[in-house]
C-alpha cells in the first residue's frame, strides 16, 4: 500500500470516531441539559387549537422519547420561516408567529443539529469503509 492510501485510511477512521463521538456527545447533551429547555419551547408553541401535552402522552419522558420530542421542536423552528408548504405544515405542531428567545431558540436547535451532523458524518464514513 501506498503512503497516501494508508493516510486517507487513517484520515477516514479519525473522521468516523470523531461522527461517533460527536452524535453520541449531542444525544447526551440533549437528554439531560437541553431538555428542559425544549419542554419550555414546546410550551410556548403550542397553538390553542392543539393539545399540549401531544407530544408527551405519545413519546412520553424517556430517553427515546426525549430525543422524538427535541427532533420535533427543531423541525418547528427549521420550517416555521419557510413560506408555502413548510410554513403550514409547522403550523399543525405549533403558533408559527410565537416570539422564541434567542438562547432557547439555540438550545432548541444546536444540539440536535449538531447529532444530525455528526450522525451524517458517522454514516457517510460507514459507507466509504464499508
Not at 437528554?31 to 410550551?43: G, H, L, M, N, S
Not at 432557547?104 to 464499508?130: E, Q, R
Request: charged letters at 10%; proline letters at 5%.
Amino acid at each position: 500500500m501506498s503512503t497516501v492510501t494508508e493516510e486517507i485510511g487513517v484520515v477516514t477512521v479519525y473522521a468516523g470516531i470523531i461522527g461517533i463521538a460527536g452524535a453520541l456527545l449531542c444525544s447526551l447533551v440533549i437528554i439531560t441539559i437541553a431538555f428542559p429547555k425544549v419542554r419550555q419551547i414546546e410550551t410556548m408553541i403550542s397553538a390553542a387549537t392543539l393539545n399540549p401535552s401531544s407530544g408527551r402522552n405519545i413519546w412520553g419522558g424517556d430517553p427515546f422519547g426525549r430525543l422524538i420530542r427535541t427532533t420535533q421542536v427543531f423541525t418547528f423552528l427549521s420550517i416555521r420561516n419557510v413560506p408555502g408548504h413548510f410554513r403550514r405544515a409547522a403550523a399543525n405542531v405549533g403558533n408559527v408567529d410565537t416570539e422564541i428567545p434567542r438562547y432557547l431558540f439555540l438550545w432548541g436547535f444546536l444540539p440536535t443539529f449538531g447529532l444530525f451532523l455528526f450522525g451524517g458524518i458517522a454514516v457517510c464514513i460507514s459507507l466509504i469503509i464499508g
